[in-house]
């Protein structure tokens, strides 16, 4: 898909040429040793561990499940003291994660940007009548309001305290590409919040989570999207001193006694108790992601529209300082029928609505590019 205009990294991500490397040289390795105990000290050793005649190309960013869970945390924190978990299913750590924010809280804040699916599996573990979800509407304040990053985290300030609220579970960008003023929040109510989550899914090599590392208990992400390591993969990432043990009791607790725990889950926490056949190949495209993950830096620009119309963005845009290489655009052309036609003419992108469409790409798009763009939706709506 070199040619393609990828416009849909926030979906699924494109495959990396590192990850296209490793997934070709684990079906070179299976179909050579298969399941054998060099493939067993490939998995545990990581790819030095394997007789040099077995070392194969595309297979070196892989050194073990315990050096892969360092080097997220290095990417994600920049340091290597964080708890790592891995899962087949981001619903599978953000249950986990529900029941740990209830087991904590009694009233915890969300917004209407959070994803609909997480907001049900968090209302599914409410334990009691006593406890209760408080829900914030944000979007009109985002989008037609158009808040700055502090207007809006003093107002997510004073709603968390004017309802009392001691929990807080919200994304770092939303899929509508609004970046969440998470850090300045988590610091004012520091004293204040009992349990907090945070949904990286659109975060994670797309803006810097550094400052989450003392801030946030436990952050939710995933490998497929921005880090386009194409196999699914949910991450799990904890390193509040304040959290950090009471979340490895309760993840020892579920080992120990829920056998349906997510199978690739147990088997990176306790490999010996894992008594499911487990795909692997999430773990291996992870390192080969983060081998080819570009470095974040400190001077991040949101997406730049190129020569896009005004009137698209004018509409649904948020306020600079909430800007992330997520862009929605009003066309007032829907992609309905017409997505196989882009996708001839090598234009990937996703609909949210009809003619709210959605270009997310890790770098700006172009002059030429939107006129590419623009060409084909006028063409063929």
Same mark, same amino acid.
């Given at each position: 898909m070199d040619d393609v205009l990828y416009l849909d990294t926030a979906r699924v991500g494109q495959m990396t040429p590192a990850v296209g490397r490793m997934l070709n040289g684990i079906v070179d390795l299976n179909h050579a040793i298969g399941s054998s105990l060099y493939f067993s000290d490939f998995l545990f050793g990581g790819y030095e561990a394997l007789p040099p005649q077995y070392q194969l190309a595309g297979l070196n960013p892989w050194q073990g499940i315990e050096i892969l869970k360092d080097s997220f945390s290095r990417f994600v924190f920049g340091h290597s003291n964080s708890s790592v978990l891995f899962s087949s299913r981001s619903s &599978?750590?953000?249950? #986990?994660? &529900?029941?740990?924010?209830? +087991?904590?809280?009694?009233?915890?804040?969300?917004?209407?940007?959070?994803?609909?699916? =997480?907001?049900?599996?968090?209302?599914?573990?409410?334990? *009691?009548?006593?406890?209760?979800? +408080?829900?914030? +509407?944000?979007? %009109?304040?985002?989008?037609?309001?158009?808040? +700055?990053?502090?207007?809006? &985290?003093? =107002?997510?300030?004073?709603?968390?305290? &004017?309802?009392?609220?001691?929990?807080?579970?919200?994304?770092?960008?939303? *899929?509508?590409?609004?970046? #969440?003023?998470?850090?300045?929040?988590?610091?004012?109510?520091?004293?204040?919040? %009992?349990?907090s989550v945070i949904d990286a899914a659109q975060a994670i090599n797309h803006v810097d989570l550094s400052w989450a590392s003392g801030l946030a208990d436990i952050i939710v992400g995933g490998t497929q999207k921005w880090m386009s390591a194409y196999v699914p993969l949910s991450v799990g990432l904890f390193n509040r001193e304040s959290s950090r043990e009471f979340i490895q009791d309760t993840l020892s607790r579920q080992l120990e006694t829920q056998w349906q725990v997510d199978p690739l889950l147990r088997f990176t926490q306790r490999p010996k108790t894992c008594l499911e056949t487990v795909n692997l190949n999430s773990l291996f495209t992870a390192a080969a992601a983060l081998a080819d993950a570009s470095e974040l830096t400190e001077n991040f620009l949101p997406i730049d529209p190129g020569s896009l119309p005004p009137e698209w963005i004018k509409s649904c845009s948020s306020h600079p300082t909430l800007s992330s290489n997520i862009q929605l655009l009003d066309t007032g052309h829907s992609l309905s029928g017409v997505d196989r036609q882009l996708m001839d003419c090598g234009i990937a992108a996703s609909e949210l609505q009809p003619g709210l469409i959605r270009i997310s790409a890790k770098s700006p798009l172009g002059d030429s590019e939107a006129a590419r763009f623009i060409q084909c939706l006028e063409l063929y709506s």
């Open positions: &599978s750590v953000v249950l #986990l994660a &529900s029941q740990m924010i209830f +087991s904590r809280c009694r009233n915890v804040l969300v917004t209407d940007l959070n994803w609909p699916n =997480y907001g049900r599996i968090l209302e599914s573990q409410i334990p *009691n009548p006593s406890c209760n979800i +408080s829900r914030v +509407s944000i979007e %009109r304040l985002v989008f037609d309001e158009r808040l +700055s990053a502090e207007e809006l &985290s003093d =107002y997510l300030i004073e709603t968390f305290l &004017s309802l009392e609220c001691d929990g807080i579970f919200v994304p770092a960008v939303c *899929n509508r590409g609004v970046v #969440l003023p998470l850090e300045r929040l988590l610091k004012a109510l520091d004293s204040k919040i %009992r349990f």
